[in-house]
């Protein structure tokens, strides 16, 4: 399972706006991602209202994961680890907070 960690970084975790710019850049990749911490099953990153619920506080380490069985027809394993890579580069940045 193509699996990438990050650092959320955004003052207020994924609450609010840095939540629905995640969600959104989620949304743009086209895949089925997965967003969990601390060794919790994963929450469906498409979906504002499971990230905000899951709590995910700043300085939270966060895992992004795509089942390699629920990858859509035409991308790549290098697609996939393009976009957990683009995704956590964004948890990162300023940018998401």
């Given at each position: 399972m193509p699996v990438r960690n990050a650092i959320v970084q955004a003052s207020i975790g994924l609450h609010a706006r840095p939540a629905a710019l995640f969600v959104r850049a989620v949304h743009e990749t086209g895949l089925?991602?997965?967003?969990?911490?601390?060794?919790?099953?994963?929450?469906d990153a498409r979906s504002l209202l499971e990230v905000m619920t899951e709590d995910f506080p700043c300085?939270?380490?966060?895992?992004?994961?795509?089942?390699?069985?629920?990858?859509?027809?035409?991308y790549s394993a290098g697609d996939v680890g393009a976009a957990l890579d683009g995704l956590c580069e964004l948890l990162?940045?300023?940018?998401?907070r």
């Open positions: 089925p991602v997965t967003i969990s911490k601390d060794g919790r099953p994963g929450v300085g939270c380490e966060v895992e992004l994961a795509v089942d390699p069985g629920a990858v859509p027809d035409g990162e940045s300023a940018r998401a």
